[in-house]
């Protein structure tokens, strides 16, 4: 008899239940390992606000790898796309029952509903987010800023609602700057993200835009820098930084405690735009970032900042 071998066993293997602890050190490391500039500024929060936070991060990027992952056997022909749908629906339906007091042996849900005995949620925010999510999976261009707005405030905006019950708020209007934010910072990413974008076939950027500046979809896909491309770019950045500077108001109506935090994750993703123009514009063969050296440099700015309530 093999030394392991149990006379007394049904060839069963107990799952290991899912402690609280473990669970939220599961959404940490999520949030660590995708979301660096995302997890710096969540280190300046309190530690009581850093767990839920982290809970919200795992749920988002879980679902997007899980469409993400769906949409390469999509594309290789491995899945359908009411098979992608079907997944998104059983995310739905364990969100669901998290909301009613179930949460299995899953971590991230059982991060949620604990998240979810001090914090008010709605259950249509991380709904919005997964239908946002789903628009990646046959994707359309958008035809008007609008359209893209729409998949922005989904995909983007909705974390900034779910985050802003966790930091605490003393004025309704700060939900209008958190939707700002993260208006901003998904523009930021398509900014960013366009070379690889157009390596996938996609454009994100409004049909209506690149109409406006003479630069045609068959140039974007080729990769073309000119005149045209460069004022589209720029108009692009100056409208993201439009949302970053009307957000800039909803910090001082956060409590005092949430507002470094947020702060310094505006400013870290805003300056992804100073980057774009560093490299003269240039995201097709340069991608776009902050350095931890750089990100870091900015702390005694937004500190100052945050400290005088400005």
Same mark, same amino acid.
């Given at each position: 008899?093999?030394?392991?071998?149990?006379?007394?066993?049904?060839?069963?293997?107990?799952?290991?239940?899912?402690?609280?602890?473990?669970?939220?050190?599961?959404?940490?490391?999520?949030?660590q390992?995708?979301?660096?500039?995302?997890?710096?500024?969540?280190?300046?929060?309190?530690?009581?606000?850093?767990?839920?936070?982290?809970?919200?991060?795992?749920? $988002? !990027?879980?679902?997007?790898?899980? /469409? #993400?992952?769906?949409e390469?056997k %999509?594309?290789?022909?491995?899945?359908?796309?009411?098979?992608?749908?079907?997944?998104?629906?059983?995310?739905?339906?364990?969100?669901?029952?998290?909301?009613?007091?179930?949460?299995?042996n899953?971590?991230?849900?059982?991060?949620w509903?604990?998240?979810?005995?001090s914090?008010?949620?709605?259950?249509?925010?991380?709904?919005?987010?997964?239908?946002?999510?789903?628009?990646?999976?046959?994707?359309?261009?958008?035809?008007?800023?609008?359209?893209?707005?729409?998949?922005?405030?989904?995909v983007?905006?909705?974390?900034?609602?779910?985050?802003?019950?966790?930091?605490?708020?003393?004025?309704?209007?700060?939900?209008?700057?958190?939707?700002?934010?993260g208006?901003?910072?998904?523009?930021?990413?398509? $900014? !960013?993200?366009?070379?690889?974008? /157009? #390596?996938?076939?996609?454009?994100? %950027?409004?049909?209506?835009?690149?109409?406006?500046?003479?630069?045609?979809?068959?140039?974007?896909?080729?990769?073309?820098?000119?005149?045209?491309?460069?004022?589209?770019?720029?108009?692009?950045?100056?409208?993201?930084?439009?949302?970053?500077?009307?957000?800039?108001?909803?910090?001082?109506?956060?409590?005092?405690?949430?507002?470094?935090?947020?702060?310094?994750?505006?400013?870290?993703?805003?300056?992804?735009?100073t980057?774009?123009?560093?490299?003269?514009?240039?995201?097709?063969?340069?991608?776009?970032?902050?350095?931890?050296?750089?990100?870091?440099?900015?702390?005694?700015?937004?500190?100052?900042?945050?400290?005088?309530?400005?």
């Amino acid at each position: 008899m093999n030394h392991n071998d149990n006379p007394n066993s049904t060839g069963t293997k107990t799952e290991k239940l899912i402690t609280l602890e473990d669970a939220y050190s599961y959404c940490r490391q999520i949030s660590q390992h995708h979301a660096k500039t995302f997890y710096l500024a969540s280190m300046f929060l309190p530690k009581k606000q850093q767990k839920p936070i982290f809970a919200i991060y795992a749920l $988002l !990027r879980t679902v997007d790898d899980v /469409v #993400d992952m769906a949409e390469v056997k %999509l594309n290789n022909g491995l899945i359908t796309s009411e098979e992608i749908q079907r997944i998104l629906e059983e995310w739905k339906s364990k969100l669901t029952a998290c909301y009613g007091g179930k949460t299995g042996n899953d971590p991230i849900m059982i991060a949620w509903h604990d998240t979810l005995k001090s914090y008010s949620i709605p259950i249509e925010l991380p709904l919005d987010l997964m239908d946002g999510v789903a628009m990646d999976i046959e994707f359309k261009p958008f035809e008007t800023f609008d359209d893209l707005y729409v998949y922005c405030y989904k995909v983007a905006a909705v974390v900034g609602l779910m985050t802003s019950e966790i930091f605490g708020y003393s004025d309704k209007r700060a939900l209008e700057h958190a939707i700002e934010l993260g208006i901003a910072m998904q523009l930021t990413n398509i $900014l !960013r993200d366009i070379g690889e974008d /157009v #390596d996938r076939g996609r454009i994100y %950027l409004p049909l209506e835009d690149l109409r406006r500046f003479n630069y045609s979809k068959e140039e974007m896909m080729q990769k073309k820098i000119n005149d045209n491309f460069l004022n589209l770019m720029k108009f692009q950045i100056e409208r993201a930084r439009g949302y970053y500077r009307s957000s800039d108001k909803g910090i001082p109506m956060l409590e005092k405690e949430s507002r470094f935090g947020v702060a310094i994750s505006s400013v870290n993703y805003g300056n992804i735009l100073t980057a774009i123009e560093k490299n003269q514009y240039d995201v097709f063969s340069t991608r776009a970032y902050r350095s931890f050296f750089q990100k870091i440099s900015t702390i005694p700015y937004v500190w100052l900042k945050t400290r005088s309530g400005s």
